[in-house]
């Protein structure tokens, strides 16, 4: 074996279980969210007892991080291992409407999960539609369907894929209540976009997430360092900066990024405990306004936007730049990476995108000599932060 690889490979980690950190790992409890499922559990009941007689409504609200696509996940989890006991056919089925990236292809993963062999291609959103209904209909299947993340989809295709979805209960030639659904959002200002019916269910049928405070972060950082990492090696300072700095959000998800982060700096620097200056250095290194995980999500091309637009921002130190500037900065982006060119107009809905996702600010610029142009800026973020951000990922994705 290399002696460098050797050598690496048999350096000593305080992490024990790395896969608790995921940000995909979800625990057994939930810590400090139990009234909140219990009433989810509520709303459900009659669907639960009676499948096919009854369908609900329900919407999850709350800020980044606060636990809403872990508590629908925990309350997947409970259904399935139920309904499986009492031969229920009752399926759950959760879809991240962001990543999906739209409504027709939100609506296509639900029946993906059915039929994975649909190709993309081929089939209009009323075709798709068709056949889930026969699916559930030939299956006998009732189906709980969480929409996560779903204003960046009302946002981007209006709100039928809601109306849609609820439709096809109401066409039923049996009369069966089939799909239910929970939308998850981080606030309520996406209910301007529908209409009197769907909001009013929705408002009587919310579970709002208050922001964890200091205490009950602590509690939930606790926990997964009780199950990620060898005991007694995360110092007790760590673990209360972490809880304090996470706070300032009441975001759950930014604690953890942070243990994660603290861990692995603290075994690179071959420290024998997670000490605060860790956590201070992992901190420095991510922001809690931009995720990781959206940056993630991007397609290649648009991480490159993204780039080209903070540079832009870094270098000329203004609130705005405008598409002209942003495109010279991507062209040369393209040469240094060496990546495809992409025309203006494709440039254009990768903008869109970046805005549709809270990633980017834009505006109209009060009409000067030049015409009106789109000003381009980034919300309460540091351009030098995302330049890193995905400057590290690109560097990922080229070593692959
Ligand atoms: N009560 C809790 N106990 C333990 N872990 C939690 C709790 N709440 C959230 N987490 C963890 O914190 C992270 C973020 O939670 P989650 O993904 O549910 O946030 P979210 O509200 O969906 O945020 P976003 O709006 O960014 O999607 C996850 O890794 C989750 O497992
Ligand atoms: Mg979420």
């Known amino acids: 074996m290399d002696e460098l690889l050797e050598k690496e490979l048999r350096k000593p980690t305080l992490i024990k279980n790395p896969r608790v950190l995921d940000l995909k790992y979800i625990p057994k409890k939930l810590l400090h969210r139990e009234e909140e499922q219990k009433m989810l559990i509520q709303y459900f009941k009659p669907v639960i007892e009676k499948p096919g007689e009854y369908s609900q409504r329900v919407s999850i609200i ?6 809403k696509t872990a508590i629908a996940l925990k309350f997947g989890e409970m259904v399935k291992v139920y309904s499986t006991q009492k031969n229920l056919n009752l399926e759950y089925v959760h879809v991240n409407c962001r990543r999906a990236r739209s409504a027709f292809l939100t609506l296509l993963e639900i029946v993906r999960k059915f039929n994975p062999h649909i190709p ?7 075709e798709i539609l068709k056949m889930l209904t026969e699916i559930l209909n030939r299956k006998k299947l009732y189906l709980i369907v969480t929409l996560d993340e779903i204003d960046f989809v009302i946002r981007k295709d209006g709100p039928d894929l809601l109306y849609d979805l609820t439709r096809l209960t109401d066409d039923e030639i049996d009369m069966k209540e089939r799909v239910s659904i929970i939308t998850i959002v981080r606030d309520i200002a996406f209910r301007t976009m529908l209409d009197e019916s769907t909001l009013s269910t929705l408002r009587q049928n919310t579970i709002f997430l208050d922001p964890y405070n200091e205490d009950q972060l602590r509690d939930i950082v606790a926990d997964r ?3 990620a990492f060898y005991e007694d090696v995360v110092s007790k300072e760590a673990a209360d900066l972490i809880a ?7 975001d759950a998800r930014y604690a953890i990024e942070l243990l994660e982060r603290a861990g692995m700096h603290a075994d690179h620097r071959q420290s024998l405990k997670v000490l605060p200056e860790h956590v201070r250095h992992a901190n420095a290194s991510i922001h809690p306004v931009i995720r990781q995980e959206i940056v993630k999500d991007l397609t290649t091309q648009q991480k490159l936007i993204l780039l080209a637009i903070s540079i832009k921002l870094k270098t000329t130190q203004k609130a705005y730049t405008t598409m002209g500037e942003v495109e010279e900065a991507y062209k040369r982006l393209c040469e240094e990476f060496t990546f495809p060119v992409r025309s203006h107009t494709q440039l254009w809905e990768y903008v869109q995108y970046l805005q549709n996702c809270d990633v ?12 009106q142009t789109t000003l381009i800026g980034l919300p309460d973020v540091s351009a030098e932060k995302i330049e890193n951000a995905i400057r590290e990922q690109l560097e990922k994705q080229a070593d692959k």
């Open 120 to 126: 993309v291609r081929g089939f209009s959103s009323e």
């Open 244 to 250: 304090d700095i996470a706070s300032k959000n009441g």
């Open 225 to 227: 360092i009780k199950d």
């Open 360 to 371: 980017i600010t834009t505006k109209i610029s009060s009409k000067g000599q030049r015409g």
């Open 62 to 67: 709350g800020a980044i991080g606060s636990g």
